[in-house]
């Protein structure tokens, strides 16, 4: 397992339903070392930390090998790394493998596996089609939040090393819901 790409973005005011709402979701790609602080990446902002970020929800991990299914999904749009809202794009594991609990080392950072992603409306709006939040909770594709445990530093290329395995699969049904 390994880090493909570290995502951040700041916040954005987007139009939603006749109103002005604010989101982090628009990531882009670093191509530096990055520090791992308690709430998250140093350089990435969320908009409602209820939702996504803060302690439980630091950061957003979202498996490469998912792209190419919503890249046929989705032929007119572009999916760089970070598409999906994620702070981590990365490859060599997907959820039917992961465990609530599992203890990962990345640089020299450590996290633990909190829960899968349950998307928002914001998705949605940046695939321009709400279609893709029932698409994405079908898929069985969530990508998952990681909490913090030791704080360091981290970038693109580093490998994934697990510590301690959980007890509680991250497995996601048809419908979304978590299976423990």
Not at 51 to 64: F, M
Not at 76 to 93: A, H, K
Not at 100 to 124: A, H, M, N, T
Not at 140 to 146: A, D, P, Q, T
Request: aromatic share 10%; net charge positive; hydrophobic share 35%.
């Amino acid at each position: 397992m390994r880090v493909v790409s570290v995502n951040v973005g700041t916040l954005r005011t987007i139009p939603w339903r006749g109103r002005q709402v604010q989101t982090g979701i628009f990531k882009h790609s670093i191509n530096t070392r990055v520090a791992v602080r308690s709430l998250g990446i140093e350089g990435d902002q969320q908009a409602d930390r209820r939702l996504h970020g803060g302690v439980d929800k630091a950061v957003y991990v979202y498996p490469k090998e998912h792209y190419q299914f919503w890249e046929e999904q989705y032929p007119d749009i572009t999916l760089p790394w970070g598409m999906f809202g994620e702070n981590l794009t990365i490859e060599g594991t997907l959820e039917g493998a992961m465990h609530i609990g599992d203890r990962w080392r990345i640089g020299s950072v450590q996290f633990e596996i909190v829960q899968p992603r349950d998307p928002c409306y914001k998705l949605g709006v940046k695939f321009g089609s709400p279609k893709i939040i029932k698409q994405f909770l079908t898929s069985g594709r969530s990508g998952w939040y990681l909490k913090v445990i030791k704080e360091g530093e981290l970038g693109a290329d580093d490998e994934i090393v697990p510590l301690r395995q959980g007890s509680q699969p991250l497995i996601t049904n048809t419908k979304g819901k978590t299976d423990v």
